[in-house]
């Protein structure tokens, strides 16, 4: 056996031992990452969950407004540019929901 083989064997393991180390902190990095990516989109879910239920009122809320117009058309008290007003808030509204372009 030569002589400075031991040192060779000794370096080989202590280089094994860094790339050991350097591959689980890759592997704790990439777990963090995918940790991460899961949180934000679990949160973006939740942030559109939000906007469709915000985008759904707007509907029920110009859906109500096109009804009061009408009936203050009916009664004499209001022209038919509300009611037109409210049918444009309507269809707006709708847009909104099914576009998912919900104004912030």
Same mark, same amino acid.
């Given at each position: ?10 370096? =080989? ?11 689980? =902190? ?37 859906? =109500? ?6 009936? +203050? ?8 540019? =509300? ?8 269809? +707006? ?12």
């Amino acid at each position: 056996m030569p002589l400075f083989t031991g040192g060779r064997t000794h370096a =080989e393991i202590v280089k094994s031992d860094l790339q050991l180390k350097v591959l689980d =902190e890759q592997k704790a990095d990439l777990r963090n990452q995918i940790s991460l990516d899961v949180k934000t989109s679990l949160l973006n879910l939740k942030s559109a969950r939000n906007q469709v239920a915000v985008a759904t009122l707007g509907v029920q809320l110009a859906k =109500e407004e096109v009804e009061q117009s009408r009936d +203050r058309f009916k009664a004499g008290v209001a022209n038919n540019i =509300e009611v037109i007003q409210a049918q444009d808030a309507l269809a +707006r509204a709708n847009d909104n929901r099914h576009c998912g372009a919900v104004p912030l």
